[in-house]
């Protein structure tokens, strides 16, 4: 009777691991938490935290579903300044401008007299502004293959190294050009690549040019969610979705502007720009250089704008992260919501001047305080729970995010653990998930109940017995 004796013990533990695998739960153990999962990072530029929620679930089915099979951050705090280049690179390095050193869309180098401007390849490609080492370099140093789609500035190289495929970023807004790229994207992570991304102005064009309160922007905000939906549905298609993690942000947001809402300040009407060596960037934000003698003076001029802050470098609130770096100058200006400071028409004007402002209906740049320059942090995948939300988090908080989930370790950064890592699966468990397929191929709660009654059944025919061993 030992063989029978034993095939009973088999039944009962076999019958009881079925009972247990068929209570219903909110977690679902992740089977690839032990190996690195692949990454797509996805940049939609000027995408405000709050456009999803301005249209019903109904008209944009592929956010719906990414969220709830992922989730989101209520916002991200923008940077200060709130404007891309300056952005773009702290959310793939997590820290502030004043550390990373890419300080505006445009600013100026007293030292060799040179500029860093955002249309201008040549400019922003020299070595010299990178001090700062991004997601990819430390990836690739890994031994992972990386990928950037029209991604800024992936083409140089940090500490010699150079991304596996990079096409940097040039302007071509639209949703065409987005899905290929996402197309393009899939077909990287089908090959293995281990983090891919892809950038997108669509929503930031049609913000600048019809205003992101317009019938425009709601056309776009659906026009990129059919792109999300495409990926979701390739992904499954291509049985990629239980081994690619997808993190979706943006660099800030949006506010209208316009003769009817914004009062538009000629800087030259206050400054005497022969007092002053450089002037950078416009609109919300500017940053001069002032020869140090005439720091009290200019700064006279520059506060009496109406609607308009003016800080010396030393006075900037620490809550912006910028003061140290020699790239911020001895004034900085930053304009309150409904003003726009227009650029100077003298030769010490980045970019030099011109009258396009007047025909655009939306801008950013403002501070970080203005609940319309917030952005967002969207993220689903098998290292992520579902149905989450967490409180409102730094956009320098989410490069641990694409470390955490490369497996690589990060660089020197200003960013805040605790801040999101409520979005992450702990230790494999994915709370708020549904069952997976193989867990719900487990036997059922009626055949456990038969196996058990079987084994004990035996148990008492055969009765107990000692055993020596």
């Keep these: 009777m030992g063989t029978m004796r034993r095939l009973c013990f088999v039944l009962m533990v076999l019958s009881l691991a079925a009972l247990v695998s068929s209570f219903p739960d909110r977690h679902t153990k992740d089977t690839h938490h032990n190996t690195r999962n692949q990454l797509l990072y996805i940049l939609l530029d000027g995408f405000r935290w709050d456009y999803v929620d301005k249209q019903p679930a109904s008209s944009l089915p592929g956010f719906t579903r990414f969220l709830q099979e992922g989730g989101r951050a209520r916002w991200t705090t923008p940077l200060f300044p709130s404007v891309s280049y300056p952005t773009w690179t702290s959310l793939v390095t997590g820290r502030h401008a004043e550390s990373h050193g890419i300080v505006g869309n445009y600013f100026y180098d007293p030292e060799d007299k040179d500029v860093f401007s955002l249309f201008d390849n040549d400019a922003t490609g020299k070595a010299k502004w990178w001090t700062s080492e991004p997601v990819w370099t430390t990836a690739e140093k890994a031994g992972l293959r990386t990928a950037q789609f029209l991604w800024a500035r992936c083409d140089v190289p940090i500490d010699g190294v150079t991304t596996t495929f990079c096409e940097p970023f040039v302007k071509i807004p639209g949703k065409r050009i987005f899905q290929q790229n996402i197309g393009r994207a899939l077909d990287k992570l089908s090959e293995g690549f281990d983090l891919v991304q892809v950038y997108t102005e669509h929503t930031d064009y049609t913000g600048h040019t019809k205003g992101p ?55 030259d009407n206050y400054l005497d720009t022969s007092l002053v060596e450089n002037i950078a960037d416009q609109g919300a934000f500017m940053n001069i ?62 970019p030099e001047r011109t009258d396009l402002v007047f025909s655009g209906r939306g801008a950013h740049g403002y501070r970080p305080d203005d609940e319309e320059m917030r952005g967002i942090f969207f993220a689903k ?72 009654f079987v084994s004990l059944a035996l148990f008492r025919h055969t009765g107990p017995r000692r055993y020596v061993i």
């Design 213 to 267: 309160e317009s019938p425009e922007m709601t056309q776009t905000v659906r026009d990129l969610d059919d792109v999300i939906l495409y990926l979701l549905n390739e992904l499954r298609n291509r049985n990629l979705e239980d081994q690619v993690n997808i993190i979706i942000v943006s660099d800030h947001g949006m506010t209208s502007i316009g003769p009817d809402v914004t009062t538009y300040h000629e800087i």
């Design 289 to 350: 250089k002032v020869p140090q003698q005439n720091v009290d003076k200019v700064y006279e001029q520059v506060s009496k704008i109406p609607g308009v802050k003016a800080y010396r470098r030393e006075d900037v609130p620490q809550q912006f992260h910028y003061q140290h770096h020699k790239y911020i100058h001895e004034i900085i200006l930053s304009a309150d919501k409904g003003q726009y400071l227009l650029a100077s028409r003298s030769g010490k004007q980045v």
């Design 381 to 452: 995948g098998p290292d992520f729970k579902c149905g989450w939300t967490l409180d409102p988090i730094h956009v320098v908080d989410i490069y641990q995010v694409l470390t955490h989930t490369l497996a690589v370790t990060p660089q020197p950064h200003n960013g805040t653990w605790t801040h999101v890592e409520g979005a992450l699966a702990q230790d494999g468990w994915r709370d708020g998930c549904s069952r997976t397929s193989t867990a719900a191929a487990a036997p059922t709660p009626g055949l456990a109940t038969f196996l058990l």
